[in-house]
């Protein structure tokens, strides 16, 4: 079961220790490869107003499971740490050389690994020079301390120019990009208001890069809405989905889910890991059953005309 990967951006903050060592556990026992985190997770949980919390609790994790960092691809980020407390967004590490170096050598010693299967750039940095960005991520993958790169939140302009300057340089180009998505749309020209990265989104033509570009491996966060998609009280769907369109698409699922015996999330995940072009849902799980959910989304395949009934909506 490799389509699915585990958000660990709350474990060590708001998920105690003993829960998250509960559920990644249960998460690889039963399967699961990805774990994706940051090492700026979760500094507007923490006092200190930093990151590194999730990593560290990775690393104590890997410690007292011996054999179990084998069975793991371990995604991380860099480029949002807060450079002070209060700093984020104006004042963050960025993409700079310096930051890299830094970053890379402090995930490595959270973690307690050797390298990093899938290192990610958080989001843009207009400000540093992409050639700069493309060598500084280029020396640790010809080190070994990374094995794919991947970007977050880029427009896809930013992308090619990337790839582009990979090649020029001989260096890795990334492979992987990593923006929100789900069955579920905002309304057009509303994203920025549901959303704090203007690039953040998997939109149609990013679908279809994907589709093109095969060696692009596509992930999507917040898959679930936060747990939306179950008419919990205690969340709600955003204003930004509020529209006709939304109404259908929520009937739809309903009805097949009921169909299959399980519940919308459920049905969400299966639509988003066995769609064309892929995509790997990262899905942030806070108790048991919500993983058990994540994991029977993760197994489900859809026929054909299922497929279908959920794409023809509008």
């Not at 998505?181 to 208001?193: A, E, T």
């Amino acid at each position: 079961m490799t389509n699915l990967a585990l958000g660990a951006m709350e474990y060590g903050t708001r998920i105690d220790e003993q829960t998250s060592f509960r559920l990644l556990d249960a998460f690889v026992d039963a399967g699961g490869e990805w774990i994706d985190t940051a090492n700026c997770y979760s500094f507007w949980q923490d006092p200190s107003g930093h990151g590194g919390q999730s990593e560290e609790l990775l690393g104590r994790w890997f410690a007292r499971r011996p054999g179990v960092r084998d069975r793991v691809k371990l995604a991380t980020k860099v480029g949002c740490e807060p450079l002070f407390p209060g700093g984020w967004p104006e004042h963050v590490e960025g993409l700079g050389t310096k930051a890299i170096d830094a970053g890379i050598e402090t995930s490595l010693r959270r973690l307690g690994v050797d390298h990093i299967d899938l290192y990610w750039a958080h989001r843009d940095d207009r400000s540093t020079p992409l050639e700069e960005t493309v060598a500084a991520f280029g020396k640790h993958a010809a080190a070994g301390t990374i094995g794919r790169l991947g970007l977050s939140n880029y427009a896809l302009w930013r992308v090619e120019r990337m790839r582009g300057l990979a090649a020029e340089l001989g260096v890795m180009a990334p492979s992987a990009l990593q923006l929100r998505y789900s069955y579920l749309q905002p309304r057009p020209f509303v994203r920025d208001n549901a959303h704090d990265h203007r690039f953040g989104w998997i939109t149609d033509e990013v679908l279809d890069y994907a589709d093109n570009n095969p060696e692009q491996q596509l992930f999507a966060y917040n898959p679930l809405l936060s747990g939306a998609y179950e008419n919990r009280a205690d969340r709600t769907i955003h204003q930004a989905f509020d529209h006709p369109g939304t109404t259908r698409r929520l009937e739809v699922l309903a009805d097949l889910a009921t169909t299959l015996g399980t519940t919308r999330s459920a049905v969400v995940l299966a639509w988003l890991a066995g769609g064309t072009p892929a995509v790997t849902p990262i899905v942030g799980i806070s108790t048991p059953a919500y993983l058990e959910t994540a994991l029977k989304g993760a197994r489900l395949e859809l026929t054909p005309t299922q497929r279908t009934q959920l794409d023809e909506v509008w």
